[in-house]
């Protein structure tokens, strides 16, 4: 195929066919198209869009760049949740457990982090021996062994949104809705899932950090799988500010398994919650929200959620005692405190400030070939509303590379405002968007 006249096609504001796509997507997968003709083509799709027979299309090339798993010889309903990216955005390591601990099947497939945001691969990366890179069958085992199983997409499972994921990270190509959309539809409807709950972000870290786009986000999502065939629905929630108080790779799967023993900051548990609870009713295993909710609830005060994490840890490969024993996460070598300026009130932590900061120290990608250093991030110590006095910490910089710091300071800095004004907090979860509305 010709990528030069499709880049021109697409450039000049026209629609791309069916055939179009799949030629494109298969041989950017097979390596017949370069990256800089896949990344031209990236940027004229960033500023022209794909309409939503182009986004559709686009889905299901993706999906069909690999296997199509066929999870109907496990018993229990399949469902999974993704979310469209966010700082400290880490749910999934809490709703994956918790959901299967409730009943469900959790055939998780994630991504790697994308600009400033982070990524469910990286985190998992830093458990000492956790494998996401299985083959299918022992994804499969995995799953009829603990009703969770946490991977990446491989050589089987939509491998052409592997390469174009990591293509668009560092070709600032990933705000795009057309984009967002195909790529988690197109690894979501590969797992073989029965239904699919999605958080869609919205702020300043998120991709789209307008309500208005959120909105238009959400709903092409919740259409799209909706007319694949699975049960969907989409909360819009707050990106404003990082999720929890972690931001980086090992602090936040520690904050994961704090918050599985029932202790994690309020406004990760409660998305974290209202997420798993929405995945128990379309799963079909509660008829209401709140009795979703309740057996959220039950899962992690009994300890049976943490169980079912330390189990799917050791059934990929990777050290369960971390439940327990924090120690054997990788530590940075070096903290340094970012303090308040002045007494008053905590304004604004501009999620994506900060999450360009936790990327400069090394927790994220700059370039393609990047080197991810797991221990490394930020620790909250306020939160939006909070009160502080001049010289009170704010955020702790943990850090390896001193090189580095210098920049992570600045962005953090300019990352924060504090006012005398009490500061009122938007909702956690602003709007629900099901296939009905
Ligand atoms: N999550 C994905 O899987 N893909 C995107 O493009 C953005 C968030």
Known sequence: MDASTLIRKKRDGHPLTRQEICDFVSNYTCGEIPDYQASALLMAIFFRGLDLEETANLTEAIMNSGRVLDLSGLSGSKVDKHSTGGVGDKTSLIVAPAAAAGGLVVPMVSGRGLGHTGGTLDKLDSIPGFNTRLALADFRRVLGACGMGLIGQTDDLAPA????????????????????????????????????????????????????????????????????????????????????????????????????????????????????????????????????????????????????????????????????????????????SVVAPRDGCVARLEAEGLGRAAVTLGAGRERLDSMIDPAVGLTLEKKVGDRVEAGERICVVHYNNPARLPRALALIRSAISITNEPVDLPPLVRETITSEA
């Open 161 to 336: 949104d592997r390469k174009l994921y990591a293509l668009r990270d560092v070709t600032a190509t990933v705000e795009s809705l057309g984009l967002i959309c195909s790529s988690i539809l197109g690894k979501k409807l590969a797992e073989g899932i029965d239904a699919l709950v999605l958080d869609v972000k919205t702020g300043s870290g998120a991709f789209m950090k307008k309500m208005e786009d959120s909105r238009a986000l959400a709903r092409r999502l919740v259409d799209i799988a909706t007319a694949c065939g699975k049960r969907a629905l989409a909360l819009i929630t707050d990106m404003n500010q990082p999720l929890g108080r972690a931001a980086g790779n090992a602090l936040e799967v520690i904050e994961c398994l704090e918050a599985l023993k029932g202790r994690g900051p309020a406004d990760l548990m409660e998305v974290s919650r209202q997420l798993t609870a929405h995945m128990f009713v379309l799963g079909g295993l509660e008829a209401t929200l709140a009795g979703g909710r309740e057996r959220f609830n039950t899962v992690v005060s009994k300890g049976k959620a943490l169980e079912k994490f330390a189990q799917c840890i050791a059934e990929q490969g990777g050290d369960p005692r971390i439940a327990e024993e924090y120690s054997r996460f990788q530590a940075a070598q070096h903290a340094e």
